[in-house]
């Protein structure tokens, strides 16, 4: 069993930044492909970014290519997403998760997640 638990979301002005954590328990981390999704009020989850178990490869949805950066820390079982150039349409609760998936520099599909985190409110808005 694995469990994720996010941090660092808030209230940010447009242009603004932040950085996402995700902390994850037990001893498998560096076993599972590890990606961030997120969900606006109203819509479906959808995929934002995936990073391989080295950290050498990773993935973005178009939208937030070259404004987002996803990164892991094996040795502290920790996955990142930094957030620059915000927008108000990035406004959504912003969820960390793992996947066993045999990989490879594309999106995550929900149905490959095995565990998910709890959610952490990213809000953009002057």
């Known amino acids: 069993q694995v469990q994720l638990v996010e941090s660092g979301g808030g209230l940010v002005q447009p242009g603004g930044s932040l950085r996402l954590s995700c902390a994850a328990s037990?001893?498998?981390?560096?076993?599972?492909?590890m990606g961030w999704f997120r969900q606006a009020p109203g819509k479906e989850r959808q995929f934002v970014a995936s990073?391989?178990?080295?950290?050498?490869?990773?993935y973005y949805v178009p939208s937030v290519k070259g404004r987002f950066t996803i990164s892991r820390d094996n040795a502290k079982n920790t996955v990142y997403l930094q957030m620059d150039s915000l927008k108000p349409e990035d406004t959504a609760d912003y969820y960390c998760?793992?996947?066993?998936?045999?990989?490879?520099?594309?999106?995550?599909?929900?149905?490959?997640?095995?565990?998910w985190g709890q959610g952490t409110q990213v809000t953009v808005s002057s």
């Open positions: 998760a793992s996947s066993p998936a045999n990989w490879g520099s594309r999106p995550l599909f929900r149905s490959e997640i095995n565990y």
């Open positions: 037990g001893r498998t981390f560096s076993n599972y492909v």
């Open positions: 990073i391989s178990r080295s950290g050498a490869i990773s």
